[in-house]
């Protein structure tokens, strides 16, 4: 049982250039959430995807897409990067019990600098 | 106003001594409340989760949650030079599509 993984690690970007980060759990989970999180900011929404087939904004949207590919992965695309989305990625998974008892997981993160 | 806040530290405590951590949150139809525990370069781990007021125990670790005055604590008794990390704690909200939202965190160091 992988848990919740994501490629890639680590990336470097120039300005201007688009990347799709993707993650992916084995839990069988039915929510998938993408954070960043910066020095002294604690972790920020982007997006979340409550079920399959489902996606909606969080905290911090802007300049930022996602595509809930099947139950299973949920990708994180940056269609033109700036040094404002340098930062760490997380991608994190829960059951997705409404008005439930459930437990986020988190992957081991991504990484990213934007030049 | 931002969902939920932490006091960002740094907080020292000698080891062996109780390290205490707190969290406010401001809405009042939060459901559930969590406790993570994040090592310097590595993605947040559980370490409590509570959803009733009282006091919740594991281990070493115990969880308050006092709804009426909107804050939950954790306490890490026995404080070991491991327990230094960033603890984060996230707040799940009623009818927010299973959003949930973190403080910045606190950071605490065990001091040997």
């Given at each position: 049982?992988?848990?919740?993984?994501?490629?890639?690690?680590?990336?470097?970007?120039?300005?201007g250039q688009s990347m799709t980060l993707q993650c992916a759990q084995d839990m069988n989970h039915n929510?998938?959430?993408?954070?960043?999180?910066?020095?002294?900011?604690?972790?920020?929404?982007?997006?979340?995807?409550?079920?399959?087939?489902?996606?909606?904004?969080?905290?911090?949207?802007?300049?930022?897409?996602?595509?809930?590919?099947?139950?299973?992965?949920?990708?994180?695309?940056?269609?033109?990067?700036?040094?404002?989305?340098?930062?760490?990625?997380?991608?994190?998974?829960?059951?997705?019990?409404?008005?439930?008892?459930?437990?986020?997981?988190?992957?081991?993160?991504?990484?990213?600098?934007?030049? | 106003?931002?969902?939920?806040?932490?006091?960002?530290?740094?907080?020292?405590?000698?080891?062996?001594?109780?390290?205490?951590?707190?969290?406010?949150?401001?809405?009042?139809?939060?459901?559930?409340?969590?406790?993570?525990?994040?090592?310097?370069?590595?993605?947040?781990?559980?370490?409590?989760?509570?959803?009733?007021?009282?006091?919740?125990?594991?281990?070493?670790?115990?969880?308050?949650?006092?709804?009426?005055?909107?804050?939950?604590?954790?306490?890490?008794?026995?404080?070991?030079?491991?327990?230094?990390?960033?603890?984060?704690?996230?707040?799940?909200?009623?009818?927010?599509?299973?959003?949930?939202?973190?403080?910045?965190?606190?950071?605490?160091?065990?001091?040997?």
């Open positions: 049982n992988a848990g919740v993984t994501q490629t890639p690690k680590f990336q470097v970007l120039k300005t929510s998938m959430y993408w954070y960043r999180q910066d020095p002294g900011m604690g972790l920020r929404l982007i997006y979340y995807s409550a079920s399959e087939g489902t996606t909606d904004k969080g905290e911090v949207p802007n300049g930022y897409n996602v595509s809930r590919l099947n139950k299973r992965e949920f990708s994180l695309r940056l269609e033109s990067a700036a040094p404002s989305q340098t930062s760490v990625y997380f991608c994190a998974s829960s059951e997705g019990l409404v008005g439930g008892q459930e437990t986020q997981y988190f992957g081991p993160g991504t990484r990213l600098l934007v030049l | 106003q931002k969902e939920v806040e932490q006091n960002s530290g740094p907080l020292s405590v000698p080891e062996g001594a109780i390290a205490s951590l707190n969290c406010t949150y401001s809405d009042r139809v939060s459901q559930s409340f969590f406790w993570y525990r994040q090592y310097s370069g590595k993605s947040p781990e559980l370490i409590m989760s509570i959803y009733s007021n009282g006091d919740k125990e594991d281990g070493r670790f115990t969880a308050q949650l006092n709804k009426a005055s909107q804050y939950v604590s954790l306490l890490i008794r026995d404080s070991q030079p491991s327990d230094s990390a960033t603890y984060l704690c996230a707040v799940k909200l009623w009818g927010t599509g299973n959003q949930f939202y973190f403080g910045t965190g606190t950071s605490l160091t065990v001091i040997p």
